[in-house]
Each structure stands twice: as C-alpha cells, then as structure tokens.
C-alpha cells in the first residue's frame, strides 16, 4: 500500500462548481499535512496546509479526519485557472522534521 | 529574492554515464530535499538534508545514486552508471526549519538517458 493515495481523475467540472479531493495516508503517527498545487511543467507549491480542527482559505476548504486517515480539499466556484493538479502532502514522522511524501496527484480541468 | 535554483534544466546522457545535478536552494534555508516526478506521478522522495547531513535517505533507489551538501548550502545529487529508467524531472527543494516550512522548489532538471 501507499503510503499517501489520491484518486488521479482527472476531474472535468464546469466553473462555478465544487468540487473535493480526498486522499488517504497509510501512517497513524503522521503529524503534518499539506495541499501543494502543479501546473503543468511547472513545479509544485504549497496551496495550504490542513490543520487538525479543519481551515478555510477563501473558496478553499481543508479537512482532516485522524480516526479514518484521510485528508480532504473542497473548492467551491471553480474558476478556470483552478486548472491543475493538486497533490497531497503528509509528513510521516512523529516529529515535524523530516521527509514529506507527496501523493500522485489529482488533475482538476475546469470546463467554461 | 531569488529562489532556488538548478542546473542544468536540461539533460540528455547515454546509459552506462556519470552524471551531476546541483541545487542552489534559498539562503538561509536549512532544509533542502530532492526528489524525482516521472509523468503522471507525485514528487518520489529521494532524500532530505538538514544543514550538511544527510537527515533521511530512505528514498535514494539504490547505491548508484549519492547526494552532498558539504557546506550546509549547495547540493549535488550523484548518479553513477544511469539508466534508462533513471529518466525523469529531478526537483530539489527548500525550507526554512524543516517539514512544518513551506517547501520552495526549483525548476527541476530534466533527465534523459537514452
């Protein structure tokens, strides 16, 4: 099993829509967790990072369930340049160093 | 500032050959990783340095690949006798402290081996 798992879509939804991402982590002692964001060819950056009680960041939402192990994303009115592909973030460890395992990946194509 | 930075961009070598890619991360950064994206994956995690050590090398695949950071700043990752299946987007990236710090990439490095 995989220690970070997306479900890669892609995604095809018109603007204006919502739309969620779920990703799972195989690590019970994971500490942190992150959304990064790819454009194509280009390199990832951090989108937000998800924290225990859930956070908002305009019209995206982050969520983390510990008991199931999965992180969400939530964007609501999808805009076309939402257009990318969002990956999942977890930092395995017990502590807040150390490496952090990206998922593979979720495409979101927003349609006008 | 000027963010992090690697070279070349671009690399084509025959199989069998030596290769180096070098990281400049931001200053002051004391964390710095790499990591290797095929097309349609995630960033695979290579390894992570926290100032001059090697912190996690978990991720390097096997003994033909070796990284540095002598001074705590540079990075070179090594790979002896590539492989076709070595081919790939080589990142490296950045942070101030560490996991909990936002991780700043560079461009990445293009790697073929034909």
């Known amino acids: 099993r995989k220690e970070v798992e997306q479900d890669p879509g892609p995604f095809n939804v018109p603007e204006g829509a919502t739309v969620a991402f779920n990703c799972t982590y195989s690590?019970?002692?994971?500490?942190?967790f992150f959304w990064y964001r790819q454009d194509c060819r280009k390199e990832p950056k951090l989108l937000m990072s998800?924290?225990?009680s859930g956070n908002e960041d305009g019209r995206f939402t982050a969520q983390l369930n510990r008991a199931s192990q999965y992180i969400s994303l939530l964007i609501r009115d999808s805009k076309l340049s939402d257009s990318a592909t969002y990956l999942c973030?977890?930092?395995?460890?017990?502590?807040?160093?150390?490496?952090?395992?990206f998922g593979q990946g979720t495409t979101l194509q927003v349609k006008p | 500032g000027a963010g992090v930075s690697q070279t070349p961009s671009n690399k084509v070598t025959e199989k069998g050959k030596y290769v180096e890619l070098r990281c400049d991360p931001i200053?002051?950064?004391?964390?710095l990783y790499w990591y290797r994206q095929s097309l349609g994956q995630g960033p695979e995690f290579l390894i992570y340095?926290?100032?001059?050590?090697?912190?996690?090398d978990s991720g390097l695949p096997n003994d033909r690949f070796f990284a540095v950071r002598p001074e705590g700043s540079v990075s070179t990752l090594k790979i002896q006798r590539t492989e076709r299946g070595d081919s790939a987007v080589y990142l490296c990236?950045?942070?101030?402290?560490?996991?909990?710090?936002?991780?700043?990439f560079g461009n990445g490095t293009r790697l073929t081996v034909t």
């Open positions: 340095f926290q100032g001059t050590g090697a912190a996690d």
């Open positions: 200053s002051g950064h004391t964390a």
């Open positions: 690590n019970s002692a994971s500490q942190s």
């Open positions: 973030v977890v930092n395995p460890g017990k502590s807040n160093t150390g490496k952090l395992i």
């Open positions: 990236a950045s942070s101030l402290t560490g996991a909990l710090s936002p991780l700043h």
């Open positions: 998800v924290y225990s």
